[in-house]
């Protein structure tokens, strides 16, 4: 398959285009920084900023002919919601949500009349249970979810899947940037929610990126995966357990296990 990535110059991005490269894929790696894609052996590289409808263009016209496609390029954002930037927000959602959007709209017409495509969206365990600090993120991962859950019925009738990839806490993470600055009253809070991923990820801790990248490439290849494939064990067991729980124990069950008194 030919298949292009956004966001492939580190973490879960870059454990891809390794893996599908190694399995004999041709790998279109993007990023909107070209030089973070140094060193990676696949077919080509290109610069990606999925924000600007004409940098999506250019790449898509350089790229060639697509099978597949893995939306995977994101911002992060932590913090308590009170104090969150606005247009730190917006440019969240213009990347982790809109961006997904904007670059299948440009392939879809020529998939659609084609009968045949893969897109593989990823998004988090936060895209189903949102926390403390991460709000922000977890919203655009949300939204990402309603538009991809939108996309299966509707393109699945031209012969177009879609699939969604959850992975929790993943080794190496997202790039962090500097958090913006929040009030001293929510100190205890940052504090008590210190390490909680140490406490779902088991003793192995964080399982590594490319772990997610198997799962993707299954994403790609297996026409049986479901819509939604849970990656980690922290996401294994809490996605089925929030699907089964009310909101009142699944809060309760979350906070015995983390300790959370606030």
Known sequence: MRILITGAGRAIGRATAEHLAALGHSVVATARDVALLEGLDVEKVLPL?????????ECLEAAGELDGMVNNAALPGHGPLE??????????FET???????????????WRTRGSGVVVNVSSIQGRV???????????????EAFTETLHYEIGHFGIRVVLIEPGYTA???????AFEFDEAYDELVQQWEGADGKVTGSGGRPPASSVAVAIANALTDPSTPLRVPVGP?????LPLRSQLDDASFEATMRATLGLTW
Not at 49 to 57: A, F, L, M, N, Y
Not at 83 to 92: C, E, F, I, Y
Not at 96 to 110: C, D, E, K, M, S
């Open 172 to 178: 190496p993470g997202m790039k962090q940037i500097p």
């Open 234 to 238: 922290d996401a294994e067991l809490i």
């Open 130 to 144: 949102a926390v403390p600090l991460d709000g922000a993120y977890a919203a655009s991962k949300f939204a990402l």
């Open 49 to 57: 900023d999925v924000t600007s409808e004409q940098s999506i263009i």
């Open 96 to 110: 982790n949500t809109f961006g997904p959007l904007r670059i299948l709209q440009q392939v879809l017409p020529a």
């Open 83 to 92: 104090n969150l930037p606005l247009d730190h927000l917006r440019a969240m």
